[in-house]
C-alpha cells in the first residue's frame, strides 16, 4: 500500500500537516492553510488539544490515547494516527509493515522504522486517534482546490511592481550576458 503523506512548509505545520495527510489517506484534500487555520497552529507550532479540535472541525472523530506498542502490533488500534515524535514533532503512525514501522514524517515524507526507534522516539505512547465520521460532510473550500503552480502565481500577481521590476531586471542582465 502507497502511504499519502503531506510535507510540511515551515517548523510550525507539522501538526497541521499530519491532519492533511490523514484526510488525503481517507480520500479528502485539503490545503495545509485551511488545516492551519482549523487546528489554531501558531508561532510555537500545535498542541494535541489544537489537532484535536482541529480534527473535529474538519469532520473527524478525534480522542487522545494512550496505546502500548502491544495493541499496535496485535491491529487493536484503528491507524493511522497521530504520535508526538520526540516529544517536539508530529507525525502520522501508519502501523506496522513487515518488521518496521511506517510513519509519515511531514519534514521527511514516508519513512520504515525499527520498533526500537518507535519505542525510542514515541515512549509516552500518546496518540491522536481520527475516526472519519463527517469527513465528507465538510463542504470544499476554494482554497483546497488551488494547485500549487497557481497559488504561486496568485501571489506574484498581487505584486506587479515588484514583479515588473524583477522582469525588466532580468531582461537587462539577459542582454549584457549575450554582449
Known amino acids: 500500500m502507497k502511504y499519502p503523506v503531506v510535507l510540511q512548509h515551515n517548523d510550525q505545520d507539522c501538526g497541521a500537516a ?4 490523514i484526510a488525503k489517506y481517507y480520500g479528502r484534500v485539503f490545503s495545509l492553510s485551511r488545516v492551519r487555520e482549523a487546528a489554531g497552529t501558531g508561532v510555537m507550532g500545535t498542541t494535541l488539544l489544537n489537532l484535536r479540535q482541529g480534527a473535529k472541525v474538519l469532520g473527524f ?15 487493536v488500534v484503528r491507524l493511522p494516527g497521530i504520535i508526538h ?10 502501523g506496522r509493515k513487515g518488521r518496521k514501522y511506517a510513519i509519515a514524517d ?18 509516552n505512547g500518546v496518540m491522536l486517534l481520527l475516526e472519519p465520521r463527517r469527513l ?14 497557481q497559488r504561486f502565481f496568485e501571489r506574484f500577481w498581487s505584486y506587479p511592481s515588484i514583479l515588473a521590476e524583477a522582469l ?10 549575450i554582449a
Open 168 to 177: 525588466l531586471l532580468n531582461f537587462i542582465l539577459g542582454l549584457f550576458a
Open 136 to 149: 465528507l460532510e465538510i463542504p470544499t473550500d476554494d482554497r483546497d482546490r488551488v494547485s500549487g503552480l
Open 85 to 94: 515524535w520526540k516529544g517536539v514533532h508530529w507525525v502520522v503512525l501508519y
Open 106 to 123: 511531514p519534514g521527511y515524507g514516508i519513512r520504515y522504522i525499527s520498533p526500537q526507534e518507535l519505542q525510542q522516539h514515541w515512549p
Open 61 to 75: 472523530d478525534a480522542r487522545g490515547v494512550k496505546v502500548p506498542m502491544e495493541l499496535i502490533d496485535k491491529n
Open 18 to 21: 499530519c491532519l492533511a495527510t
